[in-house]
Nanobody
Framework: QVQLVESGGGLVQAGGSLRLSCAAS????????MAWYRQAPGKQRELVAG???????TYADSVKGRFTISRDNAENMVFLQMNSLKPEDTAVYYC?????????????WGQGTQVTVSS
């Protein structure tokens, strides 16, 4: 299994920046992809950005050019640098990873961290 712990959320004014961190522990050598999702009140959880073990990166259109995902494989961490934040970025941000075992691919979630952007 993989355990994920996020940190770095908080309250920021529009136009500001925040950096989220996610530390992975457990079966870290099985991790394939690490990603950030977010869920705003009354909305479905959505992918913000993801990065594979090989370094392939995906961003949601709404954050392209403003957010940057990075991964430190040596420290088993993934980061999300969020710049030019907008009120619509307000959400609970979740760290996600999937890990591959002989029995298949399994997904894991962190507990979430609140990001609030004031206008």
């Amino acid at each position: 299994q993989v355990q994920l712990v996020e940190s770095g959320g908080g309250l920021v004014q529009a136009g500001g920046s925040l950096r989220l961190s996610c530390a992975a522990s457990g079966s870290i050598f099985s991790i394939v992809t690490m990603a950030w999702y977010r869920q705003a009140p009354g909305k479905q959880r959505e992918l913000v950005a993801g990065i594979t073990r090989g370094g392939t990166i995906t961003y949601a259109d709404s954050v392209k050019g403003r957010f940057t995902i990075s991964r430190d494989n040596a420290e088993n961490m993934v980061f999300l640098q969020m710049n030019s934040l907008k009120p619509e970025d307000t959400a609970v941000y979740y760290c996600y990873s999937n890990a591959e075992y002989y029995s298949g691919l399994y997904g894991y979630w962190g507990q979430g961290t609140q990001v609030t952007v004031s206008s």
